[in-house]
């Protein structure tokens, strides 16, 4: 084969394989029609690239005039492509300057069909054979059409659009690749340009547009895929920030907990000292009752159990430990909320209800984070429930199966209900309605439960309150 | 003690533990200790003649200490109130010394505080039991005065001479002078200063801070 078959191949080979590797990263992701932009670009350039080759081995003129035709539409795509590329992508730049180059190419592209044999000859007169790269080649002789003129302005004018906006990107924020971007592409438009000079002199056998175009596609999947790159970069930074924020969420938490559990703590540790003392004033008496001081030591041991286990709840929720997903017993859980939640909701006069069926499948789940959620959830519930008289202040939890493979577990209060101006930023970080609080709780929430591949909701009920729903994946198999 | 009648300390907390273990050491030193495990079953079995004080806890589900000690206050029997917290919360330490409590003490403090604490309060309900018997005597003596009597009291402590009362009440000068003699003779006063303290005591006015005298609203006739 020989090298310029081999080039142009490769080119058009290359320009395809990134159309189809964008052209799916866009179907898949609908990020920006920057990407379908660029799959059109590349798609025209491999089709100038065969264009391109299959004229240099034209046999007649009209097939050579036939073909420089068609190369036209794919050029016309091309620079249509690439016009609004620039003002889409990097952000920068002018659209109506797209917008001109676009009007005019059509002007181009409406001669080329109405005027033959094509856009850039008015007249194929002959044909012509050319030595390159050792190969035996054809190019054209003619006299050019009066809308080369047109054409060669839109290539200027498109040099300008790419100029004007990478040093505007590059004004802007101040990243070198706008820069490098338009250096591609003045590269890829300036290419040919002279490279016509050649061709009128007989030196080359063609102005090799399709390798000024393949410049410009590398320059546009060079951006496109620092983009990508940056998407996921930025992915993973997301990742850790949650991570963090779910952390700094539990530290935060832990002001309100360790005054619950510092309150909890002195019970246990009250009621031994003044057992204590108690047993110290019966041994001053004369005849000590020793059936109470036996009935002392050992309420004596027992508060001391609690007050170990009170400590070992407390160090269990400080430890920060990622994401750890395993099948978790819905009933299990709630009867753990029911524990972590009691002394904090006591102590505000508030209880919590239970609705859980015993035969909820399990769900996959971190329970440590999960707990988090629904505290979290609980809480807000309890100061909604604020100014409710004593009896009424219930909270409740309810798990229901959920089709087609989930288990949604909400809580609900009918205390103030969600503000309606908060509604649709519910989620958001510090959307809050607290008057000291920083509303970060659902934000966290929502990111846990994210994590989880599941869904949370939050809305008001129709007779008062609201209800959270959180909706997570069952596990198959067997149900308790 | 006054008549002998036995005084109880009320122990109002919501944790058995620590119930347990304060009417233990409270029985051990010699008090008489009853023990509630709710605000609401000891607020419904008090007695309106029970003696003693309250120890109760701050934190309690339902009605809690502070909803405690008001409901004392305004019911016939107000004890006395010693709190008892889990943590040194100034602020509500601050709202139950403004409310009357007699003292605030950490659960976790050796007993000897809450012992003083509790014979502090005991002591008070003594002294503002007598008070309130007093007042009520010296109400009902006022309630036996005559329409004209009271008359002539209240303008006796509003500072008229004898002449003007008999002008505004139009009656004579002697009259005047015989309804005083005699409203002080069933009050058992001797001077008119006796008489002023007297009606601070019963109600019927107040003193404030230079000493003037002022009656109270609706007490003049």
Redesign the interface.
Known sequence: MSGVTILLSMAAATSLTLAGVHLLTWFRLRRSSAEVLFALAAISAAATAMLELAAMHASTPAELGTLIQREHVAVYVLVVALAWFVPLHLRAGLPWLAGLITALRTLVLVANFASPPNATFSEITGLQTVTFLGEQLTTPVGSPSAWRVVSQATAALLLIHVGIASVSAWRKRRERRSLVFGGLVAAGILLPSSLAELLARGSVPSAFISLGFSLIVVAMAYELSLDLVRGSTLDRELHESKERLIHAQRVASIESFSAAFAHEITQPLGAILRNAEAATMMLEQNQPDLEELRAIFSDIRRDDDRATQILARMREFLKRQALKLEPIDVNDFARSLEELLGVLLRRHGARLRLDVPSDLPRVIGDQFHLQQVFVNLAMNSLEALEGRPNGEREILLRAARREPAMVEVSVMDRGRGIPVELMPRLFESFATSKKDGIGMGLAISRAIVQLHAGEITGRNNADGGATFSVTLKAVEGRAR | MMNGAAQTVFVVD??P??L???T??L???GFGVAGFRSAEEFVSELEPEARGCVVADL?M????GMDLQETINRSQNPLPVVFLT??GDVHASVRAMRNGAEDFI???A??TELLAAIQRALARDERERTKRLHQQSVVAAFAALSPRQMQVLTRVLAGLLNKQIAAELDITDRSVKRHRHSLMMKLGVGSVAELARLAVEGGLASADVEGEFSASPGALP
């Open positions: 919501d944790d533990s620590y347990d273990g304060v233990r050491v029985r051990t030193a934190c589900p339902g009605m809690d889990g943590q950490l659960k976790t050796p007993s």
